[in-house]
T-cell receptor
């Protein structure tokens, strides 16, 4: 089956530093990828839609200057948490859908990244 | 706000019993998916059901979809301790992005 690889799986960083998370579709191309955030014991909330070759679309309340998204190729999207603070500590997970298989197929999720800001 | 609501929020059963979780949503959908998440881990895709389907089976899992009521259910039969996890429904209106329900935490006691 289709695989989405997310890296790193966990990261601890100091307050004020930036962290980059990568999301790769390994055996399919994804024009669009999605980034979600999950706080402890809560559901997943969509943060932004990453569009290959163009600007990301952010959900209401998500700071685009804080969470930089780059989708430079059909198989890679990156999320950079800039000037991280402890309240950014969360589980970040990406998803992608195979653009060839089409609209009515499942999205494939990465394994997630646990970010802890100290 | 989340589109989906799941009920119950938490469910505790004995091994061998069946577990039923329900999901309701608010807008029209293209498909609905169920996922499992073990504590602190990523999502495991269980089943996708399309808007023109009413029921799907996969092993011990049975999913129903009622688009007139905007609801879905996930039934796990003959539960096992290893089924202990959080279960989420996620709806896709066709753009590829998923809107998740609040989740049901299932505990299966050995």
């Amino acid at each position: 089956g289709a695989v989405v690889s997310q890296h790193p799986s966990w990261v601890i960083c100091k307050s004020g530093t930036s962290v980059k998370i990568e999301c790769r579709s390994l055996d399919f191309q994804a024009t669009t990828m999605f980034w979600y955030r999950q706080f402890p014991k809560q559901s997943l909330m969509l943060m932004a839609t990453s569009n290959e070759g163009s600007k990301a679309t952010y959900e209401q309340g998500v700071e685009k200057d804080k969470f930089l998204i780059n989708h430079a190729s059909l198989t890679l999207s990156t999320l950079t948490v800039t000037s991280a603070h402890p309240e950014d500590s969360s589980f970040y997970i990406c998803s992608a859908r195979d653009r060839v298989r089409g609209r009515n197929t499942e999205a494939f999720f990465g394994q997630g990244t646990r970010l802890t800001v100290v | 706000s989340q589109q989906g609501e799941e009920d119950p929020q938490a469910l505790s059963i004995q091994e061998g019993e069946n577990a039923t979780m329900n999901c309701s949503y608010k807008t029209s959908i293209n498909n609905l998916q169920w996922y499992r998440q073990n504590s602190g881990r990523g999502l495991v895709h269980l089943i996708l059901i399309r808007s023109n389907e009413r029921e799907k089976h996969s092993g011990r899992l049975r999913v129903t979809l009622d688009t007139s009521k905007k609801s879905s259910s996930l039934l796990i039969t003959a539960s096992r301790a290893a089924d202990t996890a959080s279960y989420f429904c996620a709806t896709d209106a066709g753009a590829g992005k998923s809107t998740f329900g609040d989740g049901t935490t299932l505990t299966v006691k050995p």
